[in-house]
């Protein structure tokens, strides 16, 4: 998104009467406003929230004091492209071997060695999490390589299951139904209450899946 005022890219609905639902164009334009927002807290110069909570293509705002006064402020910002997230890169030890890696490999018309090499040589980032406690929606894979979920989805994905499902790369934090394409499976804890914060992957965080013998 290149800088541009939110008016031109946001659609903002009351959600009760302490919190907005700014709507945007993608994921894309998502990021770049919610990078803008958590800057603008950290500067002191945002209204104190609850909490900001970034989806697919809606930011909620919760906990405003006064949110139509917001939302005529918001609607004059001049928000940049996001530039990179200043956290740590997390690291995702992973075995390529997942049941659906072959129909991956069809879908793109690549071997299942060129799959495996192209979702781990991109630099990845969490757009959104939802679903479970530390699942999140990784994003960077290039267009060409969206994958549609499973006709039939299964009764039990195990825990640490690495899927794909449209433009986006999971990460299963426990046992559960899913109709995502497995591809492989990686060794990390996504979610721990005892620790802080409890996720491993929140929104912003760059990921890199770094391959690991079968």
Request: with cysteine.
């Amino acid at each position: 998104m290149t800088s541009a005022s939110t008016a031109d890219v946001v659609k903002i609905l009351p959600v009760g009467d302490r919190a907005l639902l700014l709507e945007l164009d993608g994921p894309a334009e998502v990021h770049a406003l919610h990078v803008e927002i958590e800057r603008r807290r950290r500067d002191g110069r945002l209204p104190a929230v609850e909490e900001v909570i970034p989806a697919a293509r809606t930011i909620l705002i919760d906990g405003l004091a006064d949110p139509m006064r917001f939302a005529r402020e918001v609607t004059d910002w001049q928000v940049p492209p996001a530039e990179v997230d200043d956290r740590g890169l997390v690291e995702v030890p992973t075995i390529y071997d997942g049941a659906d890696l072959e129909q991956v490999a069809r879908h793109w018309h690549m071997t299942t060695r060129e799959v495996i090499a192209t979702h781990a040589s991109v630099e990845h980032r969490v757009a959104f999490c939802g679903f479970a406690p530390g699942f999140a929606y990784i994003t960077g894979l290039p267009p060409e390589c969206t994958v549609p979920r499973r006709a039939n989805p299964r009764t039990a994905v195990p825990a640490g299951s690495v899927a794909l499902a449209g433009e986006f790369t999971g990460i299963y934090p426990r046992p559960s139904p899913g109709g995502w394409q497995l591809i492989g499976r990686a060794e990390v804890s996504l979610w721990d209450p005892n620790r802080d914060p409890a996720t491993l992957l929140s929104p912003g965080t760059r990921v890199r899946f770094v391959e690991l013998g079968s």
